[in-house]
T-cell receptor, first 113, second 109 residues
Framework: NAGVTQTPKFQVLKTGQSMTLQCAQDMNHEYMSWYRQDPGMGLRLIHYSVGAGITDQGEVPNGYNVSRSTTEDFPLRLLSAAPSQTSVYFCASRWDRGGYGYTFGSGTRLTVV | EDQVTQSPEALRLQEGESSSLNCSYTVSGLRGLFWYRQDPGKGPEFLFT???AGEEKEKERLKATLTKKESFLHITAPKPEDSATYLCAVQADDYKLSFGAGTTVTVRA
């Protein structure tokens, strides 16, 4: 099925550990992005990419790293997890033919203890 | 700085009781305003993109409208399956979306 696939769905990390959240899309979208969602707040942009090899920072990039080696994949790396990074993370890709909009994945719920 | 404010935070409706959700925005040069639906534990699901003041879009019991300062999502004769959190977002440049905190709608049978 066409769409955005995120793995894992749930993850518990200890403070200081590192991990990679995976995101893949099969719609050949050039633009991809990562958001975090916290209670009472809107989704906030972490990083985005406008194509393979091109990434840039969003609103809350500190503590996160991204790369884009292929059109399909856009992984998000937590270098040294902190409790403040406990959140739900969403990956999205954008279509831009005949108007535009964003397709979101189902999310990764991350808890840092 | 782009700002998006949604009201009310929560809305409880009886089945069949129509109502409206508000999304007020401040942005320099709107490229698009988006409405999404989000169910608990799921990712946002696309509903509409509005591009300019005066534009309207409909999907089943939902109708979205846009002015230069705000957008409304009208829910006509809601059903329990319309219960969800509705998110509004604006895009001012090519790359960054700004989201509101959402309105949680509960429809009782």
């Amino acid at each position: 099925n066409a769409g955005v696939t995120q793995t894992p769905k749930f993850q518990v990390l200890k403070t200081g550990q590192s991990m990679t959240l995976q995101c893949a899309q099969d719609m050949n979208h050039e633009y991809m992005s990562w958001y975090r969602q916290d209670p009472g707040m809107g989704l906030r942009l972490i990083h985005y990419s406008v194509g393979a090899g091109i990434t840039d920072q969003g609103e809350v990039p500190n503590g996160y790293n991204v790369s884009r080696s292929t059109t399909e994949d856009f992984p998000l790396r937590l270098l040294s997890a902190a409790p403040s990074q406990t959140s739900v993370y969403f990956c999205a890709s954008r279509w831009d033919r005949g108007g535009y909009g964003y397709t979101f994945g189902s999310g990764t719920r991350l808890t840092v203890v | 700085e782009d700002q998006v404010t949604q009201s009310p935070e929560a809305l409880r409706l009886q089945e069949g009781e129509s109502s409206s959700l508000n999304c007020s925005y401040t942005v320099s040069g709107l490229r698009g305003l988006f409405w999404y639906r989000q169910d608990p534990g799921k990712g946002p699901e696309f509903l509409f993109t509005l591009y300019s003041a005066g534009e309207e879009k409909e999907k089943e019991r939902l109708k979205a409208t846009l002015t230069k300062k705000e957008s409304f999502l009208h829910i006509t004769a809601p059903k329990p399956e319309d219960s969800a959190t509705y998110l509004c977002a604006v895009q001012a440049d090519d790359y960054k979306l700004s989201f509101g905190a959402g309105t949680t709608v509960t429809v009782r049978a």
